[in-house]
């Protein structure tokens, strides 16, 4: 973590205080692991920071983990999904990623009050994932078509795909 | 059924049944649609250009759905495409051809295994030339729209369509394999 990192990542701290679960870096960057609930609060936080405003949602992401410890027999994940907010400052040119963690079923909350750039994003991990977004907008699926009735990033979906009958004919 | 052409005193003048004048003059314009999904349309509009000059049989591409007589089916389908693909070709007049160009729209092809490409544009569209590559280089699609040449050559269209119009079908033209879109 670089200076700028380190404070920032202290600034939120103070301001969230034990909603924070974790501080790490890896290849990607710093991560900051929040709670589900406390998502809004810590990208309002940043967004709104002083020095290092987080005015870019880069993207929002998730990885499926179902499968991580029979595959890797590494231990258990602490749920099913977890979620990526990769967030960039332009003004101080630095990247923080928000890691929250949630189970099949359960509603994250939508970025899209604080940034608008999430509505596509969250509208592709709805697509991909079956993760619903509370407070989302326009909930629909994006790269699929609207009758598909699977997410095709969620292991147990067959890597093939579905059947081809599937697509509407005529 | 290939109409003649004869020297007169005044001139030249073509013989044959009405049918073979109809479609030597189809099958010389023959306008293909300017529509492709992927790579594979580089090399459709590779094919338009002065090398393989399609141009000289007649072919030109036009970039409406409503003049055009060929669809070409130029990269891979996403399933989301495929109703927008379907929707191009219902708005086609007849007689209409298709062509699948590429690995992509014969089989899937290299993204077969992905859960968003229709493994085949024969899945929902009646196609008439297949042309293996991938992609096809100019010259095997400029023989793919001449085999379109020969299938239009054999044709009764005339007859065809007169005999759809003597039945008891209100549609004069034959609309098989053209059900519209939801």
């Given at each position: 973590m670089n200076r700028q990192e380190t404070s920032v990542v202290e600034r939120l701290k103070s301001a969230l205080g034990g909603k924070i679960q974790d501080v790490y870096e890896d290849g990607r960057g710093v991560v900051v692991r929040v709670e589900l609930s406390a998502v809004p609060d810590t990208l309002e936080a940043l967004r709104s920071d002083?020095?290092?405003?987080?005015?870019?949602?880069a993207d929002v992401t998730a990885v499926d983990w179902s499968r991580w410890s029979e595959e890797t027999g590494m231990k258990p994940p602490p749920a099913r999904f977890s979620l990526y907010y990769n967030l960039y400052s332009i003004s101080a040119t630095t990247r923080l990623f928000i890691e929250a963690w949630l189970e099949d079923g359960q509603a994250a909350p939508s970025a899209t009050p604080f940034y608008a750039s999430a509505d596509w994003a969250e509208r592709t991990v709805f697509d991909m994932f079956g993760i619903r977004f509370s407070g989302h907008p326009d909930l629909r699926r994006i790269y699929?078509?609207?009758?598909?009735?699977?997410?095709?990033?969620?292991?147990?979906?067959p890597r093939r795909g579905v059947?081809?009958?599937?697509f509407p004919q005529e | 059924m290939t109409p003649t052409i004869e020297r007169g005193p005044e001139g030249g003048f073509a013989v044959g049944p009405i049918d073979g004048l109809l479609n030597l003059a189809r099958k010389h314009s023959l306008w293909y649609l300017?529509?492709?999904?992927?790579?594979c349309a580089i090399e459709l509009m590779q094919t338009g250009g002065?090398?393989?000059?399609t141009d000289r049989f007649g072919m030109v591409f036009r970039s409406t759905p409503r003049q055009a007589d060929v669809l070409v089916l130029a990269g891979t389908i996403s399933y989301k495409m495929a109703s927008r693909i379907r929707l191009l070709y219902d708005q086609m007049a007849e007689p209409k051809y298709v062509i699948a160009m590429g690995s992509c729209a014969n089989t899937?092809?290299?993204?077969?295994?992905?859960?968003?490409?229709?493994?085949?544009?024969d899945l929902f569209l009646p196609v008439d030339v297949y042309i293996p590559g991938c992609p096809p280089r100019p010259e095997s699609l400029c023989e793919g729209l001449m085999l379109i040449q020969q299938k239009i050559e054999r044709e009764p269209w005339l007859k065809k369509a007169w005999g759809k119009y003597k039945s008891?079908?209100?549609?004069?033209m034959p609309t098989e394999g053209c059900e519209p879109l939801r």
């Amino acid at each position: 973590m670089n200076r700028q990192e380190t404070s920032v990542v202290e600034r939120l701290k103070s301001a969230l205080g034990g909603k924070i679960q974790d501080v790490y870096e890896d290849g990607r960057g710093v991560v900051v692991r929040v709670e589900l609930s406390a998502v809004p609060d810590t990208l309002e936080a940043l967004r709104s920071d002083a020095s290092t405003p987080f005015n870019l949602l880069a993207d929002v992401t998730a990885v499926d983990w179902s499968r991580w410890s029979e595959e890797t027999g590494m231990k258990p994940p602490p749920a099913r999904f977890s979620l990526y907010y990769n967030l960039y400052s332009i003004s101080a040119t630095t990247r923080l990623f928000i890691e929250a963690w949630l189970e099949d079923g359960q509603a994250a909350p939508s970025a899209t009050p604080f940034y608008a750039s999430a509505d596509w994003a969250e509208r592709t991990v709805f697509d991909m994932f079956g993760i619903r977004f509370s407070g989302h907008p326009d909930l629909r699926r994006i790269y699929m078509p609207d009758d598909f009735e699977y997410s095709p990033l969620r292991k147990e979906f067959p890597r093939r795909g579905v059947d081809p009958q599937d697509f509407p004919q005529e | 059924m290939t109409p003649t052409i004869e020297r007169g005193p005044e001139g030249g003048f073509a013989v044959g049944p009405i049918d073979g004048l109809l479609n030597l003059a189809r099958k010389h314009s023959l306008w293909y649609l300017l529509f492709g999904t992927a790579c594979c349309a580089i090399e459709l509009m590779q094919t338009g250009g002065p090398r393989t000059d399609t141009d000289r049989f007649g072919m030109v591409f036009r970039s409406t759905p409503r003049q055009a007589d060929v669809l070409v089916l130029a990269g891979t389908i996403s399933y989301k495409m495929a109703s927008r693909i379907r929707l191009l070709y219902d708005q086609m007049a007849e007689p209409k051809y298709v062509i699948a160009m590429g690995s992509c729209a014969n089989t899937g092809g290299l993204f077969q295994e992905s859960y968003a490409v229709v493994k085949g544009g024969d899945l929902f569209l009646p196609v008439d030339v297949y042309i293996p590559g991938c992609p096809p280089r100019p010259e095997s699609l400029c023989e793919g729209l001449m085999l379109i040449q020969q299938k239009i050559e054999r044709e009764p269209w005339l007859k065809k369509a007169w005999g759809k119009y003597k039945s008891d079908k209100p549609d004069p033209m034959p609309t098989e394999g053209c059900e519209p879109l939801r």
